[in-house]
């Protein structure tokens, strides 16, 4: 493996270490941006002409777009543009989850998404989010909260007392057997512990000042390269975190060339639920922030339309790597490996964005610039997932198709991929952005 696609990979590593939710993701990618001097603009503001250069907005912390100006007319030349989501599927603390069960404290969780739920246990977990808090102005104000020590454990039950799990899986009870212990009983109510502790994680905040909160579970091992030649990665959050960060990367890079279309990376929060959210690929924000910067180019409807049709949309999620221990869980004549380049995924009942026309020129680019590619389709027994891609043309009238990264144990609380492949995926997007 080279130096490149190792320190690629590290970089991706360190970037979804410190980013253990969505909102902690979106808060790095907006913090990436400013250093690189992209400009932060305000939805609810008016936007001018001198603020299009290079710039990005945000919606719900979670969710972010950034662009870039081309260099010939919008009009003429529309745009590219890359997306990938923020969120990844795991467990959420329950509003009121604090509870004693006999001598346990522990917390309530929410399935968010669809996780692999038997991966979650036996881990060291802890606690990711944000919460809002009433400031002594009387303010509403969001702090990004992290508790960086092992504070979780859903402990497994012992195979004395349950000795059919290595014939018939692990089953969790969602209700029942998925709360997390948090420590031992106390003299205080459960619900004023758990708001005690956070309130320690914010500077001036009291257990009386807090509102409300959003918090995740994830797991604190960081991110490793393993395997001989350390040939793959594991980490928590792969799908859909290293999407985001070449997505990320690819703008940045592009930023410094000159390409004709204007470059867009958009970065969306709830797709994991289904996207139909403010924040999320489904609502408005893409169309909204395309129809503005239109706008103050000059162009209103037609002409509008017109920058759309000349536009195309790369949506990047990751795909399922053939696994040697399951063959059968794949079709037979279109198994994709990790460290053997980004994998074009098409499906022709259209879950995914892809089709012939896109996949060609798509695939032109990849043999020009001599970067390697596969193509997965699901297997027909299998029911097949979804990305932002499909939503996103069928909204905008944009064509485009769905590639990503080859991984194992997707929805896994640790999955795996290829050290190799991120770097690959950078230089697809930043090409795709760039010409």
Not at 147 to 159: E, K, T
Not at 382 to 408: E, F, H, K, N, Y
């Amino acid at each position: 493996m080279s130096l490149n696609n190792h320190a690629m990979a590290r970089v991706l590593l360190d970037f979804i270490d410190a980013s253990p939710s969505p909102w902690h993701a979106g808060a790095n990618l907006a913090a990436s941006l400013d250093r690189a001097g992209f400009q932060r603009l305000d939805e609810r503001k008016r936007w001018e002409r001198s603020d299009l250069e290079a710039a990005y907005v945000q919606r719900g912390t979670s969710s972010l777009i950034a662009f870039r100006a081309g260099q010939k007319p919008l009009l003429e030349a529309g745009s590219r543009i890359v997306a990938a989501h923020t969120d990844s599927p795991g467990l959420r603390i329950k509003p009121k989850g604090a509870h004693y069960a006999g001598a346990c404290l522990r917390l309530g969780v929410e399935i968010y998404g669809s996780p692999l739920l038997a991966t979650w246990t036996d881990r060291d977990l802890s606690l990711a989010g944000r919460v809002h808090v009433r400031s002594h102005s009387g303010e509403v104000m969001q702090h990004l909260v992290r508790f960086p020590d092992a504070m979780l454990r859903l402990p497994n039950l012992a195979i004395h007392m349950n000795r059919t799990a290595n014939e018939d899986g692990l089953k969790l009870h969602r209700q029942h057997e998925l709360p997390l212990i948090l420590g031992l009983e106390q003299a205080l109510p459960a619900q004023d512990v758990w708001r005690q502790m956070l309130a320690e994680q914010m500077d001036m905040v009291v257990p009386e000042d807090i509102l409300s909160f959003e918090m995740q579970v994830y797991d604190v091992q960081p991110g490793c390269f393993w395997g001989l030649e350390q040939a793959f990665i594991a980490d928590g959050q792969l799908d859909n975190l290293v999407s985001c960060h070449a997505a990320l990367q690819a703008m940045l890079r592009v930023k410094q060339q000159q390409p004709e279309a204007m470059s867009v990376a958009a970065f969306f929060d709830h797709e994991e639920i289904g996207s139909e959210t403010p924040q999320g690929a489904a609502a408005s924000f893409l169309g909204d922030v395309l129809e503005r910067i239109s706008e103050v180019c000059g162009y209103q409807g037609q002409d509008h339309k017109r920058m759309l049709a000349h536009s195309h949309l790369v949506s990047v999620d990751m795909a399922h790597a053939w696994h040697p221990n399951f063959p059968d869980a794949y079709e037979p004549q279109h198994h994709v490996q990790v460290n053997a380049g980004p994998v074009i995924k098409s499906h022709a009942c259209g879950h995914y964005l892809t089709d012939s026309v896109s996949e060609a020129r798509f695939i032109e680019m990849m043999d020009r610039h001599a970067i390697p590619w596969q193509r997965y389709i699901h297997r027909s027994n299998l029911a097949c997932g979804a990305t932002v891609g499909p939503m996103l043309g069928a909204r905008l009238g944009i064509q485009g198709l769905d590639i990503g990264s080859a991984m194992w144990a997707m929805h896994s609380a640790r999955e795996s991929a290829g050290a190799r492949d991120q770097d690959w995926l950078v230089q697809a997007l930043t090409h795709f952005l760039g010409e």
